[in-house]
């Protein structure tokens, strides 16, 4: 998939945040359901499972807004596997049992999961539970908490202070806490010590979950496509920790923000109020902090998308305090000085890069530079005022090609929305006289898979012929996005049946080396 990988040179897979999977308690999760899914993918002859970022969610409800991007979202942890280990009943995880199909309702989660792993906790730290299993446990959360020290105790006392602080940012919090002196956080490691050990053991619950999931998956051929965004949330013990390595005053106020300038989207552009770098500070470092942060992220998944990856050589500044992205301007980032790294401590692992939207010269040199597979979204493609590179004809081979992302319309729904000409330049393209919504996602499909791209990725939504109430996220918008969630029967033999075929038609399959079969 990237220069130097060892990653299929033609192959397929589909797009579906965990969060997304069916399952009994509200919100998709390491469950059964997730082992089903890497099932139905190896059925289906895919060889990647691409997801969204795994971190815990914060104001907003984003993937791509964490409050650490270490940290893992514990609403992911599977809850009838806690029952089995004993850390649960049947009767207390049956308390939380939420009607399957509905969308995720994050406010509901916040207010009671918590409590549900909380009863978790407590069994877990309870002398009276002597269960070998637990016994175990307590042995595997000793050596996870050493091994994650670096990051976690920083994020375990930033959660408990969240909480004493009534959820505030740490923007909020009293000088001493915010400016993190000594004296202070000794006092507070003292005051909430039962808060960080349960945030703590969350994360221990989460890691332990996902590696086996993860190893399932890639035991039945199928990798595991992570992402993770440039920026990190301004509320994060990422930046609470390590201020110096942003641009903030010293008050720890950010002096500008991360976005997007204004285009055809949106007449005032995207705030999206992310803390900039340093970038000098950055490489005084040797860009440690990054090869940290990707080395975990490595740890977490196969393959490695990287969100806004333009903003690696330009980035754009928007003085904080702006309530829009109109006044802001374009700095220099790093450029390829980071990747240079990047190869140095971690060899030549496989990125990809989301290099969407306008792109100058110089962005491109720098994709061109590092050997990543861009990507290209068919849904792009069909401007009738002007030629698109998003038009398969134009592809290279190392590139990602997508019907549509987390951030787009499902196909059905968008055919529906384009103006008339450029339904009928899709049409045309496409070579068929006329097309319906449902048309059109199989006609996308088949585009996608037929194309010269090395990897292309199709949403779930997309091969289920879902409409705009599938849609994941509405760029720019805050409330109702990230909610989607699959039904549970969707999964069906006969369509694993129909992606596998189209699969094999396009040449697609895994090789017979990869030991993955379809059917």
Known sequence: MARGS????????ILLPVFSLPGRYGIGAFSKEAYRFVDFLRDAGQCYWQILPLGPTSYGDSPYQSFSTYAGNPYFIDIDALVREGLLTKEEAAEHVTPEGQAIDYEKLYQTRYQLLGRAYD?????????????KMRGDYAVFSVENASWLDDFALFLALKEENDG??????DEPLRLRREAALNAARERLASRIGFHSFLQFLFASQYAALKKYANDA??????????????????????????????????QAVAGCPPDAFSATGQLWGNPLYRWEQHEKTGFAWWMERLKHAFSLCDILRIDHFRGFESYYSI???????EFGHWEKGPGYQLFRALNRNLGEVPVIAEDLGYLTPEVLKLVADTGYPGMKVLQFAFDSREESDYLPHNYPKNCVVYTGTHDNDTTDSWFEEIPETDRTYACDYLGLPDLSAEDAATALIRAALA??????????QDWLGLGHEARINHPSTLGGNWRWRMEPDALTDRLAERIGRMTKLYGRLPKPTEDVTFG
């Open 168 to 173: 505030k940012s740490f923007l909020d919090w």
């Open 123 to 135: 069994r877990f730290v309870s002398r009276e539970e002597t269960a070998a299993g637990i016994v």
């Open 451 to 460: 194309s010269v791209a090395d990897t292309a990725i199709i949403p779930m």
């Open 221 to 254: 051929g199928i990798r595991i496509v992570g992402d993770i965004p440039i920026y990190v949330a301004q509320d994060s013990s990422d930046v609470w920790a390590h201020p110096e390595l942003f641009q903030l005053d010293e008050d720890c106020v950010p």
């Open 319 to 325: 003085p904080y305090g702006h309530e829009t992205a």
């Open 6 to 13: 060892s990653q299929l040179t033609r192959a397929a897979g």
